[in-house]
Every structure is written in C-alpha cells, then in structure tokens.
T-cell receptor, first 115, second 110 residues
Framework: SAVISQKPSRDICQRGTSLTIQCQVD?????MFWYRQQPGQSLTLIAT?????????ESGFVIDKFPISRPNLTFSTLTVSNMSPEDSSIYLC????????????FGPGTRLTVL | GQQLNQSPQSMFIQEGEDVSMNCTSS?????WLWYKQEPGEGPVLLIA?????ELTSNGRLTAQFGITRKDSFLNISASIPSDVGIYFC??????????FGGGTRVLVKP
C-alpha cells in the first residue's frame, strides 16, 4: 500500500482565514481524493483530483470554497477558504490502490478547528 | 444518491467474544471495503471484496460480499482490547468513488 503523509496534522484557525492542506504520496498515482469527516461522523467525498485536469467536485462542494491543486502524480493540496466554525472537521486525502484493484488508502488526516 | 446503512452504530465487546457488523445498500456496488479508524488517524484498509459471494479473511477478521451485491458483513472473532475503534464499510460503484457507511463504534465492556 502507498505511504501517505499530510501537513499540517492539526491546526486551529480564525474565522475568515484560509488553510492549505498538503498531501504527499510515496509513489505515483493517477487519482487522489479529498474527504471531510465532521466530528463524530463518517467520511464524505469532497472532490477527485487528477493530475493535469481540474478537480471534480461532489454535490455540495464548490471550487471557490475548496480549491484543489494537483501539480504532479505524488502531490495535491486542498485549501479551505474563508473558514467558519462549521468547517471544523478532519480532512483526509486518499489515493487509489493501484494494481487494477479498486481500493483506496488514506492519509492520517488534518484536524482543523475554526474559532 | 447511494446510501449505506451500517449497523449496529455501536457495540461493546468482551475479550474473547465474536462480534459482527453489517452494511446494506439501496443499490449495487462492484466492490466492498472495510476500514478501521482509531483516534487521530486515518482509516486503515482491513479487507477488500471484489466478487458477489466472496468470503475473505484477514487474521481474526472475516468479511463477505453479499450475493445481491447490496450488502456486506464483517466478523471479528475472539475479540481483544485493541479491536476497539470505529469500523467503516465502503462501497464502490463506477468511477472509483467510495460511499461510506455511518460507522460502527466498538467499545470495551466496562
């Protein structure tokens, strides 16, 4: 399985500011995904990030709020813009499993608290 | 959209017990995945299922892909304290998107 790291691991931010979360993978992958996990809840897909094209956002998530970059096959960033307390969540990146198998492996997550 | 109903929402385990949890869907999935998440960490893949009827084990864990492709279960045999955590099922249809169940929180009996 891929080794995935995220930075920062946690942050406390003020309302109205933005935070960029980085996701780094130890091998090249075509598809990377960003998820949100609100407190005590399950995971919800925000968007799919493919290298060389714009991210594909799920219903309820928009590019202006969650801009994503995917500059190469091992790296992606998610920005949470103009934050409010409702954005307090764990943000997780994941990558496809490869080898033709439909699996996904997750990073450790970024725990965001917005005051 | 697709929804996954995972039950139970929580359970208490006593060391040595066998426990079971399941997920049902209103629609068909091509792949079922089971993850475990511990506090402060991302979900860790436990078992992946790719064919209807498939039964797969990983140590004390056993999972099955339902024949109808709309359900899956996970069994933990002879539970131990480190089995505590939140277990998620996830179904994958077309396009690599995962839909997650609500999670089963496994706790130790006081």
């Amino acid at each position: 399985s891929a080794v995935i790291s995220q930075k920062p691991s946690r942050d406390i931010c003020q309302r109205g500011t933005s935070l960029t979360i980085q996701c780094q993978v130890d091998s090249q992958v075509t598809m990377m995904f960003w998820y949100r996990q609100q407190p005590g809840q399950s995971l919800t897909l925000i968007a799919t990030a493919n290298q060389g094209s714009e991210a594909t956002y799920e219903s309820g998530f928009v590019i202006d709020k969650f801009p994503i970059s995917r500059p190469n096959l091992t790296f992606s960033t998610l920005t949470v813009s103009n934050m409010s307390p409702e954005d307090s969540s764990i943000y997780l990146c994941s990558v496809e499993g490869g080898r033709g198998k439909d699996t996904q492996y997750f990073g450790p997550g970024t725990r965001l608290t917005v005051l | 959209g697709q929804q996954l109903n995972q039950s139970p929402q929580s359970m208490f385990i006593q060391e040595g017990e066998d426990v079971s949890m399941n997920c049902t869907s209103s629609s068909i999935f091509n792949t079922w995945l089971w993850y475990k998440q511990e506090p402060g960490e991302g979900p860790v893949l436990l078992i992946a299922l790719y064919k209807a009827g498939e039964l797969t084990s990983n140590g004390r864990l056993t999972a099955q892909f339902g024949i109808t492709r709309k359900d899956s279960f996970l069994n933990i045999s002879a539970s131990i304290p480190s089995d505590v955590g939140i277990y998620f099922c996830a179904g994958q249809a077309a396009g690599n998107k995962l839909t997650f169940g609500g999670g089963t929180r496994v706790l130790v009996k006081p």
